[in-house]
């Protein structure tokens, strides 16, 4: 994946990236094979040809909230050198494992980029094979990232005031519907700061935030329901029994009807099961 391939990241979100920079397209991919060879089941794997293209995929990923375990970049790039391109990463992802690729003549560089930017190893050229020059180290890298690593909620995200009675009523509508979501308070999270900032100009609290990305602000109870998947109109336009009111008499009358083989619809205003359905 070079710089204007950016898009692909996210096909599979919630594997890490692993990343391999260089402005040589045969070394490229060279790195990409090598590291897609032993890492690709659990990570995926993309290349940059510029310290700028990497930077571009980066805010890609962190857009996209994938996490970054590790880079692997040539230090005799134009523009920007490997160490340069390291230090940045390393201001914007602190946890990331960086490695650099070098020659013999920049080994004073590379040793002098473990204090300056945190550099994590570096990697003379070449490294073949792999096996033996490549691998153990990443390896080694990869292992301590991953003791730390703690993967990001993919489900219904809630951003609210704690306060709000607004909040409180999608939070119970949620949660009586046994929707996983996470809370984030706007007061305390920061991640519920970074919510507002990419939500459109003017929206309003509460902000419900889709597995996909999607922003809704100040939904209705129908309108999450529809987004998440919940029935809001009947399946069939005729029934045989139709029941109003989904508590436990309701769902009770419901349950029985349907086992006498009648074909049965429940009508609830907020979630089945009332009371029952909260313990």
């Not at 980066?58 to 375990?69: K, T």
């Not at 109870?221 to 029941?243: C, Q, S």
């Not at 049965?264 to 359905?277: D, F, H, W």
């Amino acid at each position: 994946m070079t710089s204007n391939a950016a898009g692909e990241l996210g096909g599979n979100g919630v594997r890490p990236l692993l990343m391999a920079v260089d402005d040589d397209p045969l070394v490229l991919t060279a790195v990409e094979r090598d590291l897609r060879a032993r890492y690709g089941d659990v990570y995926q794997v993309a290349g940059a040809d510029s310290g700028a293209a990497a930077l571009e995929v980066l805010a890609e990923a962190e857009q996209r909230r994938i996490p970054v375990a590790a880079i692997v970049a040539d230090q005799r790039m134009p523009a920007m050198t490997g160490v340069e391109l390291l230090g940045q990463v390393k201001d914007k992802v602190p946890d990331v494992k960086t490695v650099l690729l070098t020659a013999y003549a920049d080994t004073d560089a590379a040793i002098a980029a473990i204090n300056s930017v945190q550099l994590d190893f570096y990697v003379m050229k070449p490294w073949d094979p792999p096996e033996e020059k490549l691998y153990p180290l990443l390896d080694d890298l990869l292992e301590d990232w991953m003791a730390g690593y703690r993967p990001p909620f993919r489900g219904t995200r809630l951003v609210g005031d704690r306060w709000s009675a607004e909040s409180h009523r999608l939070r119970d509508f949620l949660a009586r519907n046994q929707v996983p979501f996470q809370w984030l308070d706007v007061e305390r999270s920061e991640e519920a700061q970074q919510v507002l900032a990419e939500a459109p100009a003017g929206s309003v609290l509460p902000l419900v935030v889709l597995p996909g990305g999607e922003i809704m602000a100040g939904p209705s109870n129908v309108d999450v329901a529809e987004a998440i998947g919940l029935h809001t109109t009947p399946d069939a336009e005729f029934f045989d029994l139709i029941v109003v009111g989904g508590g436990p008499g309701g769902l009770a009358a419901a349950v029985y009807g349907a086992s006498e083989g009648l074909s049965t619809a429940l009508i609830e205003r907020e979630a089945p099961g009332g009371q029952a359905g909260l313990s």
